[in-house]
Structures are given as structure tokens and as C-alpha cells.
């Protein structure tokens, strides 16, 4: 319940503000008026008079309502998704749990005033903001963080105005500690020391112990776990998400603002570290608290976010900033005495295993328990980041070999060898003070295997063949006159002869070229096929070999091209592919092929076809039309394309 010297305070602003009543309601002849305040201020709420925070922010109403249970269903679905099962299993473990310790009850005996709730490790994460990392396994830290509110608590009339300080001072002593378990856990203590003045606005001057002095508040504990991290990184790059629970213990003085009930809340941060170090942070959370109503303040469960953000400044140093806030969500209307809202910053020191830290806050929205301005400070050590600073480096090793004696420093050089058609030759080198054993690689040529020579490996001439099936590239096939002469092989001695096969052409077939071999061919080499969308090509367009220069022979199947194209001006534009065999780099076929689509449209347009008909591009061997295992499937490989992509057949 809120303390007596404050309900004598409504009641005489009562009277100084409304001007209504003719007489002091502390007047001895009438002490009946004084016997319930409170009674009296709850019937009829007088000229507005309301209790708020300090601060200098903006005032914020709404009538929405959010979902209690939102931020829980959150809790649990981001848990399904998470791969260690350890992590998962105590995140759902402690959503429940804070749910089923934290069901909303009914209360009026106070409320705790502190809004500046520190996390344990304060060199993990912001001030009151959370980071989405833990401690190491067993890695623990102890601080003590003292901070000082003024006038956290205040007295306003209908129109806004400071009528007088409830709470004129506040200040608070946290005894931090933390300890990391198996790199997933975080197990984190709070035990708070809290001292408060209030104004003496007692009419007889006297001042009620209830509503100050030096007392313990409520004890914290603060486990976290994290659910999700790609920080795998040496610089500690990556985004990271955890879970994390804030359980108050009634160890405070809820009469005088300096405790409350058994409490509890869940809430979620992600945080992003960049390249330079600098980390941007979000929590999200719901608190759950018994409904306490002292004058206009309706306060209950809450909605809590926090935004925060920290930058580098040296190596030992980093600037630290946060806003953080509050909505509740039993109030059927919000204001903002009961939306506490704070901006926060400073700076952070650490080497060793020690810590220093310090800043002040402003209030924003003019909530309970924000003040017109906070300053905080805090000393810290760890001992095991002690341990990791104090670690030597290792000693320079000696160097294996030197470049000036690599010879003798480096004796294991490899014996040259010779497999699969390559010979390997291997050299010592000394690069960085260690040997190296740089190989260097040559194919045998054509004609020539793997043997010795000398009595050492080598490429030797090899027999062409042994069988007929390895004389397996004859001469390309010619078409004179209406008569194919293929070529086939056989073995004689080890070398390869090829023997013709004459074989005349049909009557109405002719000599010509099929996929770019000499066949016996239909007369007509370019054809338009409407139902294929393409114009169908009996020759293959020559190149000269690794270039884009047209040879003369196919000049005049180019010219039939172009005849085509400017005879059918229904077809508005083409797409002309070139294409390779597998042979030679991928990257180097796809730009040979595309410079020798490029020279074919450039070749037409010559001939007179417009510019806006045709594009041209390169697939390289990607989209093969036969075996590359051959000489005759490369051959087709190697061909130019034509794709009608637009035209009016009707």
C-alpha cells in the first residue's frame, strides 16, 4: 500500500489545487475527514492527481492490448528449431516453468520502483540489455554496479505539471555474478542493496521509516541460454539468438518501494556482431507480475523490449548504449505512468581480468520509476579472463631450412614419376623456414606414354595401337561426286591404317554436310521449322580452330542465312548460340562460343539484316548434342544454333 505521508499529500493538493474545500482537512476540530484518505481519493480521484515517474519524454497513450501469451509462443517455436538438444530442452524448461511460478494474482502492498535491473555479466553483455552470447564453460565473473535515479517518483496534476517528488532519490547497489556452463548455459545473480529518500511532505514534519532509508531489494536470478549461433569465426562475426529468464524474489520492502512480489519474465535477444566489432542488439519480453493498484498506476504483466548497441573505441574500450521500456497490458487504457521508457550510455573498460564501467540515462516517456536523470558506475574482475590475457605467446620455433641451404635442409625431395601420361618432377624450396616440395607437372605428348629412360621415368614413344578398337580417329569423312567415303580403322603392327569405304549417296539425297560432317544431305541446307522454333542448319558454320574468324567455306552457308532472314520477315527476332566441345578450360569455351555467335550476327549484318533481329550468346560446352569421347561427337559439339525467340506465323 502506498505510504500514509503520500495520501496526506493527495489530500492537501486537494485542496490547493481544486480550491473547493473552505477548510484544512488537518484542522484538529474535524479529524474525522483525515481517518481514510486513501478511501476518499479512490471514490473520487480529485482534480486528476496522479502518481508518474520523472524524466523528460513525451506522453503516450494507446487502447490496444497486446496477447499475454505472444512472447511465450515465441519462446517455444524459436526452441523447436534448435539443434542443441541440451539448449532446447532448457528453454522450454524455463518458459513453463516462469509461467506456471508467475500466474497473476492480486496484490496491494506496493510495487518495486527500480527500472535499472543490470545483467550479472556485465562484461558479456550491455548495461540492463542482453546480449545473445554466454560464458564459456565455467568462466564466471563478479561485479558491484551502484546507480543513482532522481525523483523516480512523482506527483503531477490532470494537466501534467510536477505538483511535488514522492521518491526523490533512489539509489541501488547490485552485487553481480555469473557463471558459464557447457558453453550453452548461463546461470547469473543480482542481489541489490537499495537506499531512497522521499520528500518530506508530512504536514507535521515527521518522517515515516517505512518510506526510505538503506534496505535490501529483491533478490534476481537470471538464467540464459543460447539457442543459436554462426559465430564460428575468429573475429566472432554472425548473429546469434537466446533465451532468458529474469525471476524476482520478494527479499525487498514492498511498503516502501523498494520490493515487490514473487515475479518472473521471459524474454528473447538477438544480436548481429560486424566486421569491426560493432554489435546491435533486440530483446523482446513479457513479465509476468501480480496486479497492483496504487492510485491511477494499474500495474501488472508487461510487454518489455530493449534496444541496444555497442561500438569499439580501442582495444580495452567500448561505448555502450540501450533504450529500454515498458508496456503493461492489463490496463484497458495505456498512459504514460504506466509505459516507463529510458535512454542509457556510457563507456566500458577492460584488460585482464578487470572491469570498470560508468554512464548516465535520461528518461523518455515519464513512466513509475523513471527519473529526470540516472548515473551509474561498477568495478568487475574475472579471473579466468585474467588467466587468458596473462598467456605468453609462444616462442618463435627455429626455422627448418633457409633458402641459402635449402639443398641440404631439405633432403626428402620426392623421386620424379611418371603415371597416367604425366610426369612429375618435384623441387625443394624453403618458404618461410619450412621445406616445401614443389611439384611440377608435364603430359606426355601425343604419341608417347609413360616408361623409363635411362633407367629413370620418363615419356617414351608408345605403339599407336594393339587392336583395331584403338584406331579410333580416322580421317573426317568426304562426299565427292554423290559418293560418303568413310574411313575405317586397323591395327597393322602398331600403327594405325585407315582403309576407305566408298558407299554412293541416294538419288535424292547430295553431298553436304550433317551436325558439320561431310554426309550425303538433302539440297537444302537452311530450313525453317516453325514448330521447333528454330532455323535448321544441314552444315555446320566452320571457325578457325580456337578463334572466331568464319572460314571461307561456310561464307555461302552464311549467305543462305541471311537470304532466309530477309525473305521471312515474320520472324522479328533470333537468338544465335554458339557452342564447343568439352575440351579446354569451361570458362575459355563459353567465351570462344559467345565470340563466335557474336561473329556470326555480326557477319549477317553485313549481309543486311537489322541489328534489333538477333542476339547472340555463348554456352560453351554446356548443352552437348553428342559424345565428347570422339573425335565425330566433338565435331557436332562444335556448332552454331539459331533460336527463334519472337515471331507472327500467322
Not at 533504450?323 to 495505456?334: H, M
Not at 568439352?582 to 555480326?602: F, K, P, T
Not at 550468346?617 to 525467340?645: C, L
Request: with cysteine.
Amino acid at each position: 500500500m502506498i505510504p500514509s505521508s503520500l495520501n496526506s499529500t493527495v489530500v492537501e493538493r486537494d485542496v490547493i489545487v481544486e480550491g473547493e474545500q473552505t477548510e484544512n482537512p488537518d484542522d484538529p476540530e474535524e479529524p474525522e475527514d483525515l481517518e481514510d484518505p486513501m478511501d476518499e481519493l479512490a471514490d473520487e480521484q480529485p482534480m486528476g492527481v496522479h502518481l508518474s515517474g520523472g524524466g523528460y519524454g513525451c506522453t503516450s497513450t494507446s487502447s490496444s492490448t497486446p496477447t499475454p501469451m505472444l512472447l511465450l509462443l515465441m519462446v517455444f517455436a524459436w526452441a523447436v528449431g534448435i539443434r542443441r538438444r541440451f539448449s532446447r530442452i532448457f528453454a522450454v524448461s524455463l518458459a513453463s516453468a516462469v509461467v506456471l511460478l508467475c500466474a497473476p494474482v492480486s496484490a496491494d502492498e506496493g510495487f518495486d520502483l527500480q527500472q535499472f535491473h543490470p545483467m550479472p555479466d556485465q562484461t558479456g553483455n550491455f548495461f540492463g540489455a542482453s546480449s545473445a552470447d554466454v560464458a564459456p564453460h565455467l568462466d564466471w565473473q563478479a561485479s558491484v554496479l551502484g546507480n543513482y535515479a532522481h525523483n523516480p517518483l512523482v506527483l503531477m496534476d490532470e494537466n501534467g505539471d510536477r505538483l511535488d517528488s514522492v521518491v526523490t532519490s533512489q539509489a541501488a547497489f547490485s552485487l553481480l555474478a555469473s557463471v558459464g556452463i557447457m558453453d550453452v548455459l548461463e546461470l547469473g545473480i543480482d542481489v541489490p542493496m537499495v537506499f531512497q529518500r522521499t520528500d518530506d511532505i508530512v504536514d507535521d514534519g515527521t518522517f515515516d521509516p517505512a518510506q526510505g532509508g538503506l534496505a535490501m531489494g529483491d533478490l534476481r536470478f537470471v538464467p540464459k541460454a543460447q539457442l543459436f549461433s554462426n559465430r564460428d569465426n575468429p573475429e566472432g562475426r554472425g548473429a546469434a539468438l537466446a533465451v532468458i529468464a529474469d525471476v524476482w524474489v520478494p527479499s525487498g520492502e514492498a511498503d516502501s518501494l523498494q520490493g515487490g512480489e514473487f515475479r518472473g519474465g521471459v524474454r528473447l535477444a538477438y544480436d548481429v556482431v560486424s566486421h569491426g566489432g560493432q554489435r546491435m542488439a533486440l530483446n523482446l519480453g513479457y513479465l509476468f507480475r501480480p496486479s497492483t493498484e496504487v492510485m491511477n498506476l494499474d500495474i501488472g504483466d508487461m510487454v518489455t523490449w530493449a534496444i541496444a548497441g555497442e561500438h569499439p573505441l580501442t582495444r580495452d574500450v567500448r561505448l555502450v548504449g540501450e533504450v529500454l521500456g515498458k508496456a503493461g497490458v492489463r490496463a484497458t487504457e495505456f498512459s504514460r505512468d504506466v509505459l516507463p521508457i529510458e535512454l542509457r550510455a556510457g563507456p566500458k573498460f577492460e584488460r585482464g581480468g578487470l572491469f570498470l564501467q560508468g554512464g548516465g540515462g535520461l528518461g523518455v516517456v515519464s513512466g513509475y520509476g523513471t527519473p529526470d536523470f540516472r548515473g551509474f558506475a561498477g568495478v568487475g574482475y574475472s579471473p579466468s579472463r585474467e588467466v587468458h590475457a596473462a598467456v605468453e605467446p609462444p616462442p618463435t620455433p627455429e626455422p627448418e631450412c633457409r633458402a641459402q641451404t635449402v639443398d641440404t635442409d631439405c633432403p626428402d625431395t620426392p623421386e620424379t614419376e611418371c603415371a597416367d601420361g604425366v610426369l612429375r618432377t618435384y623441387r625443394a624450396a624453403c618458404t618461410d623456414g619450412a621445406c616445401e616440395y614443389q611439384v611440377s607437372e608435364s603430359r606426355c605428348a601425343s604419341g608417347t606414354i609413360c616408361g623409363e629412360e635411362d633407367g629413370a621415368p620418363a615419356c617414351v614413344p608408345a605403339p599407336m595401337c594393339e587392336v583395331d578398337e584403338e584406331c579410333d580417329e580416322p580421317p573426317t569423312p568426304r562426299c565427292d561426286e554423290a559418293t560418303l567415303t568413310t574411313f575405317v580403322g586397323r591395327c597393322d603392327d602398331g600403327d594405325c591404317e585407315y582403309e576407305p569405304v566408298e558407299e554412293p549417296c541416294p538419288e535424292d539425297l547430295e553431298c553436304g554436310l550433317k551436325d558439320g560432317v561431310p554426309a550425303c544431305t538433302e539440297p537444302e541446307r537452311v530450313q525453317v521449322d516453325e514448330e521447333t522454333e528454330r532455323i535448321e542448319l544441314t552444315e555446320t558454320i566452320h571457325f578457325a580452330t580456337n578463334s572466331d574468324e568464319i572460314e571461307s567455306r561456310s561464307l555461302s552457308l552464311v549467305d543462305e542465312i541471311a537470304e532466309i532472314l530477309e525473305n521471312h520477315p515474320q520472324i522479328r527476332r533470333v537468338r544465335i548460340e554458339g557452342h564447343t566441345d568439352s575440351r579446354g578450360a569451361r570458362a575459355h569455351n563459353i567465351a570462344l562460343s559467345e565470340r563466335r555467335a557474336q561473329s556470326v550476327r555480326q557477319a549477317l549484318i553485313e549481309r543486311g539484316i537489322e541489328s534489333r533481329r538477333m542476339e547472340a550468346t555463348g554456352v560453351g560446352p554446356d548443352e552437348p548434342i553428342a559424345t565428347n569421347d570422339s573425335s565425330v561427337g566433338r565435331a557436332q559439339n562444335r556448332r552454331v544454333e539459331f533460336h527463334i525467340t519472337d515471331a507472327d506465323w500467322d
